[in-house]
């Protein structure tokens, strides 16, 4: 199974090929967070990543026939030291030609700064979703696949009031993905004319969050927004906020959204939770995507794993179009291979790309997750898919809708 294998790969950061007699290799880097606050989220997040890893490598390989491998590097998600290491790692002794990571973004902001754009290592975060990526001084070298927060704030803050949820009590982790989401969550919510009756940072991975609930639940809202992480102060926080009966209806984010938390606090306690995450639009790469996971024991709908399977076959088109597996001129050629012009690539369409690539042909890959215009940034626009929690388990409500203000606002951030 190929769950059992992430794990395994991931405790021992090797390298793996997916086919045994490759005369050389082509290394494309993991950075996850396979420990710490989103380690649920992690595997099915890699297992993406590998299935199109897979399929490169069944369809001939990348170059003169080299095998993808895929180093993974452990960041914790938090901690900028070990996301620093992990990367270093990566660059300066796996000698990766491309990272497809890191997650958190913090573990990207500090990847980047600290090893990859030094070493001139393009990468490609399939989910940090903090404003802050966009502001990394990186040479045009960190993209990501995952629309910015100022967009999916915007759309929690839109479901909520279509909902009629006008108040709301907000905690926050205090690092660059909580105070970026909460930001534009509270900037929306209240533009829209909602009130937050209470907005409080809290640290992660603390045993007790009971002061901050006091605070929180001293307003008299029932409502509780968490933007944080479901394998740690998330899910603290919900068990205690649910344990001093402090609040009727919980609220979160993409970093919430795992079957983890219900499993930790109770399927009746959550049952109604309501969530956002980001999603991928009903375009033809999404159903191949998803008949090809399923096929291979890959989660189609798991958080993450279709912008990390985008990621990771983005960065094989780029190898290819670059013609070489060295860094220097990369992210130029990602740039070629995501955007118009071109002949169209769909999920799993590896011979045919290569195909094309050798004989000239412009291509423009339409992925798993949506098309990757990717800005001047290496943002790009998405969507954002309403979640709620029933009979013990995150299912999806469809799509969040932007008015065509928002819509083009949303692409605006993105840009």
Known sequence: ?????????????????????AQAEVKIGFLGGFTGGIESLTPPIFDGAQLAAQQINEQGGV?????????TG????SDASAASNAADRM????NVTAIVGALCTGATVAAANNAAVPGGVTMVSPASTAPAVSDIDDNDLVFRTV????????????????KGIEEVAVTYVNNDYGSGLAEAFTTAFEENGGTVAANLPHEDNRADYRAELGQLSSTGVPNLVVLAYADTSGQTVMRQ????????????ADGMVGDSLVEAIGADVLEGMIATRPGSPDLPGTEIFNEAAKAADVD?????????YDAAFLLGLAIEQNGN?????????????????????????????KELIAAGTEINYEGASGTHEFDEKGDVPGVVVEMTVEDGSFVSKGFVNADEEESESSEGDAE
């Open 63 to 71: 170059l003169d026939g080299e095998d993808i491998v895929m180093p």
């Open 325 to 353: 597996a060295e860094r220097e001129g990369l992210s130029e050629a990602l740039r070629s291979v995501a955007s118009a012009p071109g002949e169209v690539i769909l999920p799993g369409e590896w011979e045919k790309a």
């Open 300 to 308: 189609p709908s798991a958080v993450f794993a279709a912008q990390a």
């Open 147 to 162: 629309p910015s927060d100022a967009f999916q704030g915007r759309m929690l803050a839109k479901l909520l009031m279509d």
């Open 91 to 94: 660059v300066n002794t796996e």
């Open 1 to 21: 199974m190929m769950k059992k294998r992430v794990l395994a790969m991931a405790v021992a950061a090797s390298s793996v090929a997916f086919t045994g007699m």
């Open 74 to 77: 452990d960041t914790t998600c």
């Open 241 to 252: 906020a649910y344990e001093g009966g402090m609040f009727t209806q919980y609220i979160g």
